[in-house]
């Protein structure tokens, strides 16, 4: 059983467009997380959850929401893509209690053309 | 903003050698945490130290924190080709809410 996963793995779309990707994590984990990872590696996160209210928005664009439909569910939607967005993106989650590392799905790469 | 950075940045050794990798942050912590990434792959958690902890080991890991001096290191002992892969470590500041800040990475290589 896979304890986050996202979906799709990979994903290649035009600017302008509007794309949403999925995570799902079957952990039980109170608190579920975003972030991107650019092509020099460094990971940011994005937005994180918890218990459906969203507890930290770090300054990325509005063009970026999360939504999460339940606890186990945070999904991450895309309006007109920028060329820039293209980067790997991470679902995480974690139960928010500052004892456990995060559990992180295997990732989403955008490919914005 | 970046907490962590790790050094070096690359390092490549011979299976069987111990590698170590360092990591230096600027603010005050709740616990510190090491991951690793393989190519192509997610991020997988490896060890957390709480602040009020020095050393902490697991399996071939040690990890030490240095709160003083804001730093903390990895040992790999024994090292193996499958240790191949990046190390991030991570911060969970006080007062963020749980927001890990990651560093840079070390991207580490080991040849069989």
């Known amino acids: 059983d896979t304890a986050v996963s996202q979906t799709p793995k990979y994903l290649v779309t035009q600017m302008g467009n509007d794309k949403s990707i999925k995570c799902e994590q079957n952990?039980?984990?109170?608190?579920m997380y975003w972030y991107k990872q650019d092509s020099k590696k460094f990971l940011k996160i994005m937005f994180s959850y918890n218990n459906k209210e969203l507890i930290i928005n770090e300054t990325v664009p509005n063009r970026f929401s999360p939504k999460s439909p339940d606890k186990a569910h945070l999904n991450l939607h895309i309006n007109s893509l920028e060329l820039g967005d293209s980067a790997v993106y991470f679902c995480a989650s974690n139960t928010g209690q500052g004892v456990y590392g995060y559990t992180f799905g295997s990732g989403t790469r955008l490919t914005v053309v | 903003s970046q907490q962590g950075e790790e050094d070096p940045q690359a390092l490549s050794i011979q299976e069987g050698e111990n590698a170590t990798m360092n990591c230096s942050y600027k603010?005050?912590?709740?616990?510190l945490q090491w991951y690793r990434q393989n190519s192509g792959r997610g991020l997988v958690h490896l060890i957390l130290?709480?602040?009020?902890?020095r050393e902490k080991h697991s399996g071939r890991l040690r990890v030490t924190l240095d709160t003083s001096k804001k730093s903390s290191s990895l040992l790999i002992t024994a090292s193996r080709a499958a240790d191949t892969a990046s190390y991030f470590c991570?911060?969970?500041?006080?007062?963020?809410?749980?927001?890990?800040?990651f560093g840079k990475g070390t991207k580490l290589s080991v040849k069989p």
């Open positions: 991570a911060t969970d500041d006080e007062g963020s809410q749980g927001n890990l800040i």
């Open positions: 603010t005050s912590i709740n616990n």
């Open positions: 952990l039980g984990h109170d608190t």
């Open positions: 130290i709480r602040s009020n902890e």
